[in-house]
């Protein structure tokens, strides 16, 4: 039978078996500049979508969801399409590329965007029949679909274009759908008009009318329309201007040069950097861009490898893109240390601030992935060490000795969503010393160790407001996630856990650290497929504790237990 959170709260607290503790890196950390926190956004708009059934009840009275895949709409270059379960139609468009646009005629009297919000997203220019409004997507917590823009509009057929801002260190937007509400009266048959934009081409159709015309004429001589058709032999003398067709081959190579060209504030990775994978380019790579400057977007030649002996260390960037186009970096030398993560992001030079790290392959040299060697995790997919501001998305990760991405050094404000970790020698996810976290919507075939896990070195090390929901994971080998497993009382808090799925594997929690107290933790609407032996959600010392909501099957036992906690929220 499934578990559920009916929670008896224990009198004392059994000795639970705990893992070893994570073995702490062995490097100095770093100096780190005072970093001013992600400042909390406007309350999320109200209405009536609560989540997706709600929008797509509505289409069937007066209101109609356009999903942002239908034919409706005009996507200029820059946008990207995502599979998000969250979204209401399954998908999602997002940019973060400043002059990225979308346009859409619609049919109706109001209309309504739907959009993602979050502490990753940006802002946008909504333009509706030549009026426009600047619309902030921003928000401190993650909310999958909000109605981020309203407004009635007089009249029958309407223009809507939405522009991407590019917002400094947190570009971008995502486009999810739109809500019309129609009217029968004002605007006949708008439902047909708004499902199927293509009643313009209509006067295709005229065409056929004309044939059926020559047959009727045939038996009939005096229909003068006969010598309307002999206008078609006149057609057969633009057959001879065939020279005409030959400036057509002039157009074709024009537009394949206009690719080669990158957009405005974009810089293509120089030839002179080996992209074949044959020799070492992390000191080339690394020092062009840094040499890049601020402000600018990087584009990886699509079907490269880079081999990296060593890691590409990165630092003082500002609001940079790093666009891989699918590109794949690729762990070449023998070492497991931090040293020989893929990309490392350090304070030296400067600090990063506003960097985006999209569409790469990332393979690291652990000859023996998911399997977890102490004293040998060290060598990362990503390591955030400091700075703030990061993006990481579209990524796939796979043998690293460590983790898939590492948060450490008191980096703030780090998304990561949208990935697939295929493999990875310790954690999909560690946050070491790190605040306003966000990893969500990544799928994670297999870890050797934890799949999340929050593990201070460190009682000077804190970490807080980190949000793991919806992501899908599979197999582990020491516990679906953790928290402070090595006992050394760091200041944790404002941890959410939400809507996650594991797959093959339960979901056991380890949260019962017996140095110092853990605050504001909540862990919602979690579950797996696979049974376990309860306890399989493991509380202890925690103020403000909400547990609900969870699936677990199990072969024995209560899916949790509850000890030395305060203000507990069960279901």
């Given at each position: ?42 309350g999320g708009f109200g209405g009536w979508l609560g989540n997706p059934s709600t929008a797509l009840a509505a289409s069937s009275s007066s209101q109609l969801v356009l999903q942002d895949t239908g034919t409706q709409f005009q996507w200029s270059a820059g946008w990207r399409l995502e599979k ?18 979308v346009s859409v005629v619609f049919y109706g009297t109001t209309v309504q965007v739907l959009a993602p919000t979050g502490r990753a997203e940006g802002s946008m220019r909504v333009t509706l029949d030549g009026t426009s409004r600047i619309v902030s997507d921003y928000r401190s917590t993650y ?314 070195n460190t009682s000077s090390q804190p970490c807080s407001f980190i949000n793991i929901h919806d992501n899908t994971s599979g197999r582990w080998s020491d516990a679906w996630f953790a928290v402070d497993g090595s006992n050394t009382g760091a200041a944790i808090s404002d941890i959410t856990v ?74």
């Amino acid at each position: 039978m499934p578990g559920s959170n009916h929670v008896q709260t224990l009198a004392s607290d059994a000795s639970v078996p705990r893992r070893v503790a994570r073995p702490k890196h062995r490097r100095p950390l770093t100096a780190l500049l005072a970093l001013g926190l992600v400042a909390v956004g406007a309350g999320g708009f109200g209405g009536w979508l609560g989540n997706p059934s709600t929008a797509l009840a509505a289409s069937s009275s007066s209101q109609l969801v356009l999903q942002d895949t239908g034919t409706q709409f005009q996507w200029s270059a820059g946008w990207r399409l995502e599979k998000v379960r969250s979204a209401s139609g399954g998908s999602l468009h997002a940019s973060g590329r400043a002059g990225a646009s979308v346009s859409v005629v619609f049919y109706g009297t109001t209309v309504q965007v739907l959009a993602p919000t979050g502490r990753a997203e940006g802002s946008m220019r909504v333009t509706l029949d030549g009026t426009s409004r600047i619309v902030s997507d921003y928000r401190s917590t993650y909310t999958p679909h909000h109605v981020v823009f309203s407004r009635s509009a007089p009249g029958s057929t309407h223009t809507l274009t939405i522009t991407v801002l590019g917002t400094r260190g947190h570009p971008y937007i995502a486009m999810d759908a739109l809500v019309v509400t129609g009217n029968d009266v004002t605007t006949p048959d708008w439902r047909g008009h708004n499902q199927h934009p293509g009643p313009t081409a209509t006067p295709t159709p005229t065409p056929t009318p004309t044939p059926t015309a020559s047959p009727t004429s045939s038996p009939t001589p005096a229909p003068t329309a006969t010598p309307v058709p002999t206008a078609t032999p006149a057609p057969t003398a633009t057959p001879r201007p065939t020279a005409t067709p030959t400036p057509t081959p002039t157009p074709t190579p024009t537009p394949t040069a206009t690719p080669t060209a990158p957009p405005t504030g974009s810089v293509l990775v120089p030839a002179s950097i080996d992209a074949s994978g044959r020799t070492d380019v992390s000191a080339s790579l690394a020092t062009f861009i840094k040499g890049v400057g601020a402000n600018k977007t990087i584009l990886f030649p699509a079907g490269g490898t880079y081999a990296l002996a060593t890691a590409l260390k990165l630092g003082g960037l500002s609001n940079v893109v790093l666009e891989g186009n699918g590109v794949t970096l690729k762990a070449t030398g023998a070492g497991t240390n931090e040293n020989y993560s893929l990309l490392y992001f350090q304070t030296f030079p400067g600090t990063n601030y506003g960097v985006t790290v999209r569409d790469f392959n990332f393979v690291g040299n652990d000859p023996t992935p998911n399997t977890f060697v102490g004293g040998q995790e060290g060598a990362m997919g990503i390591l955030v060490d400091g700075g703030s501001n990061f993006d990481i998305s579209g990524n796939t990760f796979s043998a690293s000795w460590g983790d898939g991405v590492e948060v450490n050094s008191g980096a703030t404000g780090v998304h990561v969503h949208n990935n697939t970790f295929i493999s990875a020698g310790r954690n999909a996810l560690s946050v070491i010393w790190g605040n306003h976290v966000e990893f969500d919507h990544n799928t994670i075939s297999a870890v050797g160790y934890v799949v999340f896990d929050v593990e201070p070195n460190t009682s000077s090390q804190p970490c807080s407001f980190i949000n793991i929901h919806d992501n899908t994971s599979g197999r582990w080998s020491d516990a679906w996630f953790a928290v402070d497993g090595s006992n050394t009382g760091a200041a944790i808090s404002d941890i959410t856990v939400a809507n996650n799925a594991s797959s093959g594997k339960s979901l056991l929690t380890v949260i019962n650290a017996a140095n110092g107290r853990k605050q504001r933790i909540s862990f919602t609407n979690n579950r797996s497929d696979t049974l376990g032996s309860g306890p399989v959600l493991l509380f202890a010392n925690i103020d403000t504790l909400t547990v609900m909501g969870n699936v677990q099957p199990l072969s024995s036992g209560t899916i949790d237990r509850i000890t030395n906690s305060t203000g507990v929220t069960t279901q």
